[in-house]
Each structure stands twice: as C-alpha cells, then as structure tokens.
C-alpha cells in the first residue's frame, strides 16, 4: 500500500474544485485542499495500518462462558466506496465468550473505528467488525448490528432523507435462533 500523499491528495482537490466551476483561489476555498487533505488523512487512518493492534484480551477464570457480553450503539462515521461521500449511525456488538477469554470492553469501540476509517460498504463493514472480534477472542460466537445512514442516499440519487439501513453479522453460537433473539432484545432495550 503506498503511504498518504498529502500534496497529491491537495492537488486533486484544487483539481475537483476547478473541474466543479469554482475558484480555489478565493477567500473561502484558499485553505480548502489542506483541510480536506488533513480531514481525509484522519478519516482513511485505518488504510495505512496492517492490522488492528489496539485489542487487549484477558484470561478470566470468573467470565462465565457463553454469557452474553454486549457492547451496544457505538456511534460510528464511514466514506462510502462508491461516491465517497459519509455514512454514520450505531453499531451493537456482541459475544459469548469461550475458555475465560475475554477482551477489555473499551477495545471495542476502538475495533469499530478501526473498520469504519477506510472506504468501505455497510455490508462489509458489519462482517469485517465480527470477524475480526471472531479472530481476536475465539468467543463462541459473535453478532453485529449496524444502523447507519448514507449520504449517497440522502442527498444524491433517491433523495430519502433519514432513511436507515441495517445489516447484521451471526457467527457461532448466535446461528440458534434463541441466542440472536436474546441480543436483539438486548440492543434493543438500550
């Protein structure tokens, strides 16, 4: 993967500015291409690390395996690979968790931002947070929910304002139908 290019990513947007009508010169637009160099740097982090490293896993002999452990609507904010443009809302997350292991609660939300700084679609979003949280704590099994509006839909295209999608990530022991039902209910009494 190449490394952020500030100055390549500063001319495209005087670049975009011009090719849009507008004078990137003027008073408004003169600091615009560092801004969003600066902004898009901070909202495409995730691109230049090869893996998520801020995850913390315990050894409990007091967790009590297969309890449901939910971490419910962590905020989020993402770039859709399609236009580019944000889509944010909520992400639930939940484990059970297997053999006493377990991993520090905050570390989760952190995982969440991890996903979301890079382009990416709602559907692989929500796989790719389970599956990481799969790989980092063997649970016997993990679920993800994510709420989230699209800006591709609201102010392009269709145009429907305030519409929300859901897409959802099953793994292990959250197949039986049971178990899904009790952290719906869960994210659901938040």
């Given at each position: 993967m190449k490394p952020f290019d500030r100055t390549l990513l500063e001319t495209s947007v005087r670049n975009i500015l011009i090719a849009i009508g507008d004078n990137p010169d003027r008073?408004?637009?003169?600091?615009?291409?560092?801004?969003?160099?600066?902004?898009?740097?901070?909202?495409?982090?995730?691109?230049?690390?090869?893996?998520?490293?801020?995850?913390?896993?315990?050894?409990?002999?007091?967790?009590?395996?297969?309890?449901?452990?939910?971490?419910?609507?962590?905020?989020?904010?993402?770039?859709?690979e399609h236009h580019l443009l944000p889509f944010f809302g909520s992400v639930s997350v939940g484990y059970m968790p297997k053999n006493g292991r377990i991993i520090g609660l905050s570390k989760i939300p952190r995982l969440v931002d991890y996903?979301?700084?890079?382009?990416?679609?709602?559907?692989?979003?929500?796989?790719?947070?389970?599956?990481?949280?799969?790989?980092?704590?063997?649970?016997?099994?993990?679920?993800?929910?994510?709420?989230?509006?699209?800006?591709?839909?609201e102010m392009r295209g269709i145009k429907k304002a305030n519409s929300h999608t859901l897409t959802s990530f099953f793994s292990g022991a959250f197949k039986n139908k049971d178990n899904r039902m009790e952290f719906l209910q869960e994210i659901k009494n938040q």
């Amino acid at each position: 993967m190449k490394p952020f290019d500030r100055t390549l990513l500063e001319t495209s947007v005087r670049n975009i500015l011009i090719a849009i009508g507008d004078n990137p010169d003027r008073e408004g637009l003169k600091e615009t291409p560092a801004r969003v160099a600066s902004a898009y740097e901070e909202m495409f982090s995730s691109l230049h690390q090869k893996a998520f490293t801020e995850s913390k896993v315990f050894n409990s002999s007091l967790a009590n395996d297969g309890e449901l452990v939910v971490v419910a609507d962590i905020p989020f904010y993402s770039m859709c690979e399609h236009h580019l443009l944000p889509f944010f809302g909520s992400v639930s997350v939940g484990y059970m968790p297997k053999n006493g292991r377990i991993i520090g609660l905050s570390k989760i939300p952190r995982l969440v931002d991890y996903v979301a700084k890079k382009p990416n679609v709602q559907e692989n979003l929500t796989s790719q947070i389970g599956l990481e949280l799969q790989k980092l704590v063997d649970p016997q099994g993990v679920a993800v929910v994510v709420k989230a509006r699209h800006m591709c839909t609201e102010m392009r295209g269709i145009k429907k304002a305030n519409s929300h999608t859901l897409t959802s990530f099953f793994s292990g022991a959250f197949k039986n139908k049971d178990n899904r039902m009790e952290f719906l209910q869960e994210i659901k009494n938040q």
